[in-house]
RNA sequence: GGGCGCGUAGCUCAGCGGGAGAGCGUCCCCUUCACACGGGGAAGGUCACAGGUUCAAUCCCUGUCGCGCCCACCA
């Protein structure tokens, strides 16, 4: 006997435990199933469960738990990343807490200490997510710097670099000055930030009457420059081009360039050029062959290219001085306050600095034409459709890719370095040695390079790498290209892209056939949940408080696409109320005795009731199934709410009482089979969205050895669908609905028993009113039908359905005047469709040129409400006189 | 500056060419034998605004206003 309420708690561990034990998760590369596979975005190793993953991991579980009961060999491939940046600064502030930094360690030792980290506390996530229900393959699990994927890793990076697709470049990189490495464009996030725009006078050399103003956001970087450039059409200063600045403080003279990149409009219409420290200027600087002076070190210090009072000095520290100087030298033309945007690091939140260093680059414009052109041609589809030109503009118009990263965690580039700065990229030393011998003809020393490569360049091989590649293992050819990738649409160029990227080059093969981007979970009011802000709802609290399914549930129904998730508590607790609803339901079954029949066959039943259910629940399977294979999660999830809820517990529950409890014997048996037979499809549908739950019931319902998560999903003909019965039963529910709502209305006391007068039911309503009495009678508390009265006593509430008229004789309590003011609205309503139709089926044009079936069905519905109107308008007048 | 998207019931959002929907919240009634994590009922919307296309527009097009997000941008 099933307990009253459900309880996640109890029930999640126990079937977790059992669907491991069964192997149900396993992928069964043996099988002759066509296979379904699907990577898991992995989660930094230093993670936990926050709504993100639960989003995702849900979206994930429930297409792999759909598709492996529809008979696929579902391979949900798990792993974690190792997170370079992430990972080595959560274990330098373990050091730092403990008063050492990882230079005191050394390199080897610092690694060894992140393993020792990792080992302990790396799992977490994913016990998380077995909480979450993830019927993940744990079996493969893999990790981007295990011995394989470490191997792919290298393997890729060689062979790029003998293509010429990775290169060494000496360039300007975003430079992190406090992390103290490189990082890639994507890795940089614009801030808007108050702050000034200082106009400085420039003096020209040879000319002491006359200076040249420039405007600059950024003082401290003048003492590198070395030109300033003005607009060759602009008037202002067409004498001064090719004269010279002599720059104050530093007293450099510098040449006065004409260039297109400065813009007349903004600042003073003259930009000074600090190549060393701004990319634009940069890209000026080379075109007039100026100097490049870089006067920042590695912290973003000022160094020994500055004059002395400066060096040392940090960069704000350097901005004041120099302003200082300025005004001191009176060549402050003006100052004004100025908002601008400012490059950030998005893991130090430092400010960046574009820094001159020599990185390691992926000629990324190179590998991303054949994604460009597989997602083009549509085999590879983006959902949502929008995100495409997102992808197209960003692919389009992609710049080098710099993969160096100046940190100890990660996968260290394997390039070799000879006395002389000569470098080998090879597998490995040995390999190193060997070319190196070659190229100098004697044995020679060789230092590794002794960066490390950016963590999106593991990820990039995660579909073919975590398969054996490049081993051409059995999994690899059967389990890639994979299905579907399901991921945020946040890290659409981070990792989807450059998995097109890696996967068409080194597989010659789309690493999978669809990709579905979903939105970033936010607090209910669309807030960006963040510790500082203090709104994170943690997952694992939905989970405790209302179990993992409800959990899943929300993030399934919430999962529109291509919208920001709100997520609000409150609904988690509604799903949780759903899932109590149908384990009642399961529990109503029990105690009703209605047990699944083996062989039940739902053609064969004979009752108006259970065909109408058959039918709608037939009905609801397909839309259902359509929905997942969709990838319509939400559709998905509110269908099979309003069928459960709506349908099959307010509506069919009720109206099989009666016939359980009835004197008909064989009508109870088939309801009690129907019933059951119900509940159990309903599990399989549910199944995916909500696994525990279901497989509780089925444990305890349907009982048996096998478990759910292995059945096959439901298939239920279109010929289950009956018509005549869905009319039917459509017909009882509206009555009995409507006489609940003029009860209610009127303040009928919910217990009285009203009599019910019909008149001028047909010979089919009379018939219905005779099958259904005494559902009637129960539903809508009613004591007698009288099927055919000629006249209604006055006083009575009136009822117009179809043909006939339902009469309540309400004479002692009815409220006349409450009466004809509900009768009144009913024929306003009316008089206002019948307009509305009369405007279309008057104008000539409508009936020329729209489809006869839209023109019979606005006849129709004109006739209909005429005839409404009719019986409404003639009970308002009985009600009057 | 370039791109994408959104403005529908008090709130959160579905719907996207021919009868305005859901969940939550609100109000009223009900402890009836699956469920008060429940049952029954109700109120509430010129579908942002202005034009246009169409026999017909919440839905398609254009513009305006408001709000997000992504990319670029340190004069």
Known sequence: ???????????????????????????????????????????????????????????????????????????????????????????????????????????????????????????????????????????????????????????????????????????????????????????????????????????????????????????????????????????????????????????????????????????????????????????????????????????????????????????????????????????????????????????????????????????????????????????????????????????DNIQPWCVSRQLWWGHQIPAWYGPDGHYFVELDEAAAQAAAKAHYGRDVELTRDADVLDTWFSSALWPFSTLGWPEQTADLKRYYPTDVLITGKDILFFWVARMMMMGLHFMQEIPFHTVYLHGLVTDEKGQKMSKSKGNIIDPLDLIDKYGADALRFTMASIAAQGRQIKLSTQRVEGNRNFATKLWNATRFCEVNGCHPVPGFDPASCKLTLSKWLIGELAQTAASVTEAAEQFRFNDMANTLYGFIWGTYCDWFLEFAKPVLQGEDQEAAAEIRAVTAWGIDRLLHLLHPIMPFLTEELYEKFIGGRSMLIGEAWPQLPASLVDAGAQAEIGWLVRLISDIRAVRSEMNVPAGATLPLLVREANAETRARLNRYGALIKRLARIGDIDAAVATVPTGSVQIVLEEATFALPLADIIDFAAERARLKKEIGKLDGEIGKIDGKLNNAAFIAKAPAEVVDEQRERREEAVATKARLGRALQQLAG
């Not at 006997?1 to 669907?19: F, S």
């Not at 099988?31 to 993953?53: A, C, Q």
């Not at 450099?252 to 060393?276: C, L, M, Q, W």
């Not at 402050?332 to 998005?346: A, C």
């Open 1 to 395: 006997m099933l307990e009253k309420t459900y309880n996640p708690a109890e029930i999640e561990a126990r079937h977790y435990r059992r669907w491991e034990e069964g192997n149900a998760f396993a992928a069964r590369p043996e099988s002759n199933r066509k296979p379904y596979t699907i990577v898991i975005p992995p989660p930094n190793v230093t993670g936990s469960l926050h709504m993100g993953h639960a989003l995702n991991n849900t979206l994930q579980d429930v297409l792999i738990r759909f598709e492996r009961m529809r008979g696929r060999d579902a391979l949900w491939q798990p792993g974690t990343d190792h997170a370079g940046i992430a990972t080595q600064m959560v274990v330098e502030r373990q050091l730092d807490a403990q008063g050492i930094s990882r230079h005191d360690l050394g390199r080897e030792e610092f690694i060894r200490r992140v393993w020792e980290w990792k080992a302990q506390s790396g799992g977490t996530i994913i016990g998380q997510l077995r909480r979450l229900g993830a019927s993940c393959d744990w079996a493969r699990e893999r990790f981007t710097m295990d011995e394989g994927l470490s191997a792919a890793v290298i393997k890729t990076f060689v062979e790029l670099h003998r293509q010429g697709l990775i290169f060494k470049d000496k360039r300007l990189v975003n430079w992190d000055s406090k992390l103290l490495t490189a990082i890639s464009d994507l890795e940089v996030e614009s801030r808007e930030v108050k702050g000034f725009l200082w106009y400085f006078r420039y003096p020209i050399d040879g000319m002491p009457e006359r200076h040249i103003v420039v405007a600059t956001t950024r003082p401290e970087t003048m003492l590198g420059d070395t030109g300033v450039a003005v607009h060759p059409d602009d008037p202002r200063f067409a004498d001064l081009i090719g004269k010279h600045v002599l720059l104050p403080i530093v007293n450099r003279r510098i040449p006065i360039v004409a260039d297109e990149y400065s813009d007349p409009e903004k600042g003073s219409g003259a930009v000074k050029i600090t190549p060393a420290h701004d990319f634009n200027d940069f890209e000026v600087g080379r075109r007039h062959d100026l100097e490049v002076i870089n006067v920042f070190d590695q912290h973003a210090s000022i160094n020994d290219n500055a004059p002395v009072e400066y060096r040392g000095l940090d960069r704000y520290a350097a901005r004041e001085k120099v302003v200082a100087a300025f005004e001191h030298l009176g060549l402050v033309e003006k100052i004004e306050p100025h908002t601008h945007t400012v490059p950030y690091g998005d893991r130090s939140g430092v400010a960046i600095e574009p820094w001159l260093t020599e990185q390691w680059y992926v000629d990324a414009k190179t590998l991303a034409q054949k994604p460009i052109e597989a997602v083009r041609s549509g085999s590879i589809r983006i959902i949502p459709e929008t995100e495409k030109r997102t992808f197209f503009q960003w692919m």
